[in-house]
């Protein structure tokens, strides 16, 4: 399986602050990359797939980039709802996996 | 605008088979295929399968010998049953639309609520 690992694995930001959240993929995975915010008690939701591309609805502050092994994950000036965790998803290759998360508090 | 709603027992006892079934509200149901996705203390988020509306169904191998997914196209439904459950199987279970982009890439949206589900004795 592919293995893919988030850094930080936690982070501390203020209202307006831009972070960037980064995803390795243990082989190279071309695009095949999503990205998704859950909060407590609720579904992840798709906020990016094909590592950069925005879902519908998604607000603009939400950019992805990456390609190959290395992918990343920005909000441009965060909001309170924002505050969340993230995970990346490969789709190259079944079985599909997840990273670890990485959660955000303000 | 698709939903889906899930729904099954939360509460099971060691060696019991867990079943959850999740509806369809809107959309067309043949063309897409059903995810189950599961996040547990242990394992973090782990697709588990997905399966068609001819009920051709693709299984996670590290967790197949266990699981079985089905599907009722009729009632725009889909059902995860998994055999002999641990403790280790507990945490929250959620069911998902799978599509297929042009690109080709793979994306699980909308998601259902969730059911948590835990095995204890």
């Known amino acids: 399986d592919i293995q893919l690992t988030q850094s930080p694995s936690s982070l501390s930001a203020s209202v307006g602050d831009s972070v960037t959240i980064t995803c390795r993929a243990s082989?190279?995975?071309?695009?095949?990359v999503n990205w998704y915010q859950q909060k407590p008690g609720t579904a992840p939701k798709l906020l990016i797939y094909?590592?950069?591309t925005l879902h519908s609805g998604v607000p603009s502050r939400f950019s992805g980039s990456g390609s190959w092994t290395d992918f990343s994950l920005t909000i441009s000036g965060l909001q309170p709802e924002d505050f969340a965790t993230y995970f990346c998803?490969?789709?190259?290759?079944?079985?599909?996996?997840f990273g670890p998360g990485t959660k955000m508090d303000i | 605008q698709v939903q889906l709603r899930q729904w099954g027992a939360g509460l099971l006892k060691p060696s019991e088979t867990l079943s959850l079934t999740c509806g369809v509200n809107?959309?067309?149901?043949?063309?897409?295929?059903w995810s189950w996705i599961r996040q547990t203390p242990g394992r973090g988020l782990e697709w588990i399968g997905q399966v068609n509306h001819n009920g051709f169904a693709k299984y996670n191998p590290s967790l197949t010998s266990r699981m079985t997914l089905s599907v009722d196209t009729s009632k725009k439904q889909f059902s995860l049953r998994v055999r002999s459950v641990t403790a280790a199987d507990t945490g929250l279970y959620f069911c998902?639309?799978?599509?297929?982009?042009?690109?080709?890439?793979?994306?699980?949206?909308?998601w259902g609520q969730g059911t948590l589900v835990t095995v204890s004795s």
């Open positions: 082989r190279s995975i071309a695009d095949y």
């Open positions: 998803q490969q789709t190259f290759t079944s079985p599909f996996t």
């Open positions: 998902a639309r799978q599509s297929t982009t042009m690109t080709p890439s793979v994306l699980f949206d909308p």
């Open positions: 809107g959309g067309s149901f043949s063309t897409y295929d």
């Open positions: 094909s590592a950069s």
